[in-house]
């Protein structure tokens, strides 16, 4: 049995279409993070590296 009215059904579509646009959002922001990363690395010659830099010149 469904108990819900029509403007309650649509208060909660609407909190899922907020819901979903919000992971989106965050969806394109870890992939440009990642292509970023990733651009940083093959500049920079690699996380291992990068790190094996920073422990030799003492940054950490």
Known sequence: MNRMTSAEK????TSYE???R???IGA???RTVRGR????ERESGGF??????RI?????
């Open 28 to 30: 394109e922001v870890h």
């Open 10 to 13: 649509k208060a909660l579509e």
């Open 37 to 40: 990363e990733r651009w940083r």
């Open 18 to 20: 907020d819901m979903y």
């Open 48 to 53: 291992k590296e990068c790190c094996q830099r």
């Open 56 to 60: 030799k010149n003492d940054v950490l």
């Open 22 to 24: 919000e992971i989106r």
